[in-house]
């Protein structure tokens, strides 16, 4: 039956037929793919060609997986951080030891992006933590020694913030905001800590 339909369509217009019939299917959910999209996918034509029609609509999360599973690590970074998949873009840079071969301005990129991701960290997981290491997004924590100097500088400054932390809820102490430099960092911790007698989490 299959074959019999192919038959009756022009070769110039098959891939259309099959472009229309993976959007009709697989186009409103943007998941990753299982195998049988991924065959689907294929019927589209080359990789490059499957990553334009990804593209071209919207579907960022299956074209991460596609960039990311062709080993386009660097190309997948972007699309993910385009598109709020921070956490995986920078586990992927990561894991693959790229981390270190970011230009200067990807370099300004990832540090607003660490912010980003301990912010929301924060906001989830409010101070204090009955686990040292997890006071730290686990990503941020596991880029470490990666090849990323921000990173690294990233998560010792947080490092430092916790030690602070601790010894004024241990004396019943504020924490000297003019300690640091970056205003959004402060901010952050204005958040996290007062007076430990009159302690109050809050939400970002």
């Known amino acids: 039956m299959e074959h019999r339909f192919e038959s009756e369509i022009e070769p ?40 334009m029609v990804l593209s071209r609509f919207s579907l960022k999360n299956k074209l991460f997986e596609m960039l990311s599973t062709n080993k386009k ?55 204090p933590r009955t686990k040292e290491d997890g006071r730290i997004h686990k990503v ?4 470490v020694g990666r090849g990323s100097s921000q990173i690294n500088s990233f998560v010792k400054m947080w490092e430092d913030i916790n030690r602070a932390l601790d010894s004024s809820a241990r004396r019943g102490t504020g924490v000297e905001m003019g300690k640091f430099r970056d205003v959004r960092t402060a901010g952050y911790v204005d958040i996290l800590v007062c007076p430990y ?3 109050c989490f809050a939400h970002l």
């Open 12 to 51: 110039c217009c098959l891939k259309q037929y099959v472009l229309f019939g993976y959007l009709k299917e697989f186009g409103d959910c943007d998941t990753t793919p299982n195998e049988f999209e991924k065959r689907a996918l294929n019927l589209i034509g080359s990789p490059e060609e499957q990553e």
């Open 197 to 199: 007698k009159c302690l």
């Open 73 to 127: 690590y660097m190309e997948a970074y972007q699309v993910g951080i385009g598109s709020g998949l921070v956490k995986n873009s920078i586990e992927l840079l990561s894991e693959n030891l790229l981390l270190k071969n970011l230009n200067r301005e990807q370099g300004i990129q990832l540090n607003m992006l660490c912010k980003f991701l301990q912010a929301e960290h924060i906001a989830t997981n409010p101070w």
């Open 140 to 143: 941020l924590r596991a880029a």
